[in-house]
């Protein structure tokens, strides 16, 4: 059984910084793409970032990738997501993802089958 759990959420300042980190079970990690979603009270849910397998190529929402930053360790089977810069609309229920590939782009939500339970991130200004 695949399992996920997030951590790392919390209130946040504008400008400040927060990491995320997502532990996995149940799968082989490194044969996967792992992807990090958010959303926002009366919204859909989006895909901020995702990594390849091997964490050669990676893909970020545009309005983060100047801020944010994923990475994976396949020795731990956990994906983190540094986010610096914050801003009030970065506030959501971020989730990690498992890719149905081991590359991955954001174009489909639909490309990722297993997700975590989601942890709360709050931006004060």
């Known amino acids: 059984q695949v399992q996920l759990v997030e951590s790392g959420g919390g209130p946040g300042q504008a400008g400040g910084s927060l990491n995320l980190s997502c532990t996995t079970s149940?799968?082989?990690?490194?044969?996967?793409?792992m992807g990090w979603f958010r959303q926002a009270p009366g919204e859909e849910r989006v895909g901020v970032s995702c990594?390849?397998?091997?964490?050669?190529?990676?893909y970020y929402l545009w309005s983060v990738e100047a801020r944010f930053k994923i990475d994976r360790d396949n020795a731990k089977n956990t994906v983190s997501l540094i986010m610096n810069g914050l801003r009030p609309e970065d506030s959501a229920t971020y989730y990690c993802?498992?890719?149905?590939?081991?590359?991955?782009?954001?174009?489909?939500?639909?490309?990722?089958?297993?997700w975590g339970q989601g942890t709360q991130v709050t931006v004060s200004t």
């Open positions: 993802a498992v890719g149905r590939r081991p590359y991955c782009d954001l174009k489909d939500r639909d490309d990722f089958e297993h």
């Open positions: 149940g799968l082989i990690f490194d044969d996967y793409a």
């Open positions: 990594l390849s397998w091997s964490g050669g190529s990676s």
